[in-house]
Each structure stands twice: as C-alpha cells, then as structure tokens.
C-alpha cells in the first residue's frame, strides 16, 4: 500500500481545511486507516482512525467535535475533515494504514504517507 497526503496549507484560526489521502494498493478496503500529526518538536500523536469493517471512526480528546475522518473505497482515499482549527493544530499530518485491527498507537502502523503541513495561524 503506498499513501499519498495532500491538502494541507495556511488558515487562519477557526477556518477549515480538508485533507486528502489516496492509497493505491487492491486491499485498501481491509487495512484501518489513521491520521496522525507531529508539532515541531514534539512526538507524533494519534488524531482519528476509521475501520475497515463498519467504518467505526475514534478521535484524539483534542480534535473531538471538530475534526471528521472519512473513507471513499470507490476514491481508494481517506479524508480528515478539519474544522474550528486553532493555532495548536499546526503541525505535519501523516496519514498511515495498519492491517489486523485499529490502533492509537503511530508504532504498530504498517504504511505511512509522506506528510502535509498545517499552519493555523492566530
């Protein structure tokens, strides 16, 4: 599975922006896929995951309510829908797949996308 990570760019705070992951690969539709962000110089944390089978979606304490992580399997691409965006949100978003259940934890996924960057400025 190869992941691309695009949409990311300057907001102002409250503004919105929507990030797009396309995978290529046949067995997209059986590996959760997971939108993780990493602030300079802090680690990589969790954002939101969606199954594979239901389409079950969990998200990060910080982003509940504002942030909406969805799945096109026709599109073979996962979006993160992000909105009421404050100045903490800056950071690189990555976007990774992991095969064998969700995870929160950015160490068990198995694929991983090459970034896009947010900048929410206040």
């Known amino acids: 599975v190869q992941l691309q990570a695009s949409g990311g760019g300057l907001v102002q705070a409250g503004g919105s922006l929507r990030l797009s992951c396309a995978a290529s690969?046949?067995?997209?539709?059986?590996?959760?896929m997971g939108w993780f962000r990493q602030a300079s110089g802090k680690e990589r944390e969790f954002v939101a995951v969606i199954t594979w089978r239901g389409g079950s979606t969990y998200y990060a304490d910080s982003v509940k309510g504002r942030f909406t992580i969805s799945r096109d399997t026709a599109k073979n691409t996962v979006y993160l829908q992000m909105n009421s965006l404050k100045p903490e949100d800056t950071a690189i978003y990555y976007c990774?797949?992991?095969?064998?259940?969700?995870?929160?934890?950015?160490?068990?996924?198995?694929?991983w996308g090459q970034g896009t960057k947010v900048t929410v400025s206040s």
């Open positions: 690969g046949r067995t997209f539709i059986t590996y959760d």
């Open positions: 990774a797949a992991r095969y064998g259940g969700f995870s929160y934890s950015a160490l068990s996924y198995d694929y």
